[in-house]
């Protein structure tokens, strides 16, 4: 939707248009473009500098390229809040080796900072006991299937300054340890079985009315394994 020329100014945050693709495209489904992205920001109905409004020249635009057979503004009356759950084995500062603990630290604080509930979730290792005092206990146990044995594991909850909810899976046999991944010369031999466990403990979390996400972002090789669990529960139910 980026015009020639200057692009539109001041976007309005309760804009969204809706467009519908021609049958040259990819059948009568809809396109919504929001602020937030590149495409929002050029599609906001303001004025160019020759007068002309700028939600007519996108529809004709559109149009004329054949690419679109209708052009829709909506607005909406207040801000769509998602429910967005973070599972990842770092998280700043609770447990750190590289980059992914900052990311899942700045990341969730922002959204929560845009008006999103964002949730965190990730193993309460040694390093995390130490630093997140202030984690209660939710008094909820979790019953998790490992190959022939079930194991428990205790969920703690901390609220950030930010607003961001912060949940650790406890079980000492796998995360009370003086690393997270390795012995300090090699990995712990049980890694796999550490983060199955992890991404089983999350997946029952998700499956509680007050843990429910409208999004379920995962990091990294430790919650892989939690997308394949949702989608095979989807598939049972």
């Not at 519908?20 to 920001?41: A, C, F, I, K, Q």
């Not at 973070?86 to 900072?113: C, H, I, N, R, W």
């Amino acid at each position: 939707l980026k015009g020639e020329g200057k692009r539109p100014t001041t976007p309005t945050t309760n804009d969204t248009l809706t467009l519908t693709l021609s049958p040259e495209g990819r059948g009568e489904n809809h396109r919504h473009v929001e602020p937030g992205n590149d495409g929002g920001r050029d599609a906001h109905p303001t004025s160019n500098d020759d007068g002309r409004d700028a939600r007519s020249t996108i529809k004709e635009r559109c149009i004329a390229r054949r690419r679109f057979v209708s052009v829709r503004w909506s607005y909406t009356s207040g801000f769509n809040s998602m429910k967005i759950f973070f599972a990842a084995s770092e998280m700043t500062p609770y447990a750190k080796t590289g980059g992914l603990g900052d990311v899942v630290s700045a990341l969730p604080g922002a959204l929560s900072q845009l008006g999103h509930e964002v949730t965190c979730c990730l193993p309460f290792y040694r390093c995390a006991q130490k630093v997140a005092r202030d984690a209660k206990p939710i008094g909820l146990t979790l019953q998790i299937p490992l190959g022939s044995r079930t194991v428990t594991g205790d969920v703690l909850e901390l609220k950030q300054p930010d607003g961001v909810r912060v949940l650790f899976i406890r079980r000492d046999e796998f995360f009370d340890r003086s690393e997270l991944y390795y012995t300090g010369v090699r990995d712990y031999e049980d890694n796999a079985e550490r983060f199955l466990f992890f991404s089983k403990a999350v997946v029952e979390l998700l499956g509680y009315t007050r843990f429910h996400a409208d999004v379920v972002h995962c990091h990294d090789w430790p919650a892989a394994f939690v997308p394949v669990q949702l989608r095979h529960r989807e598939e049972e139910s």
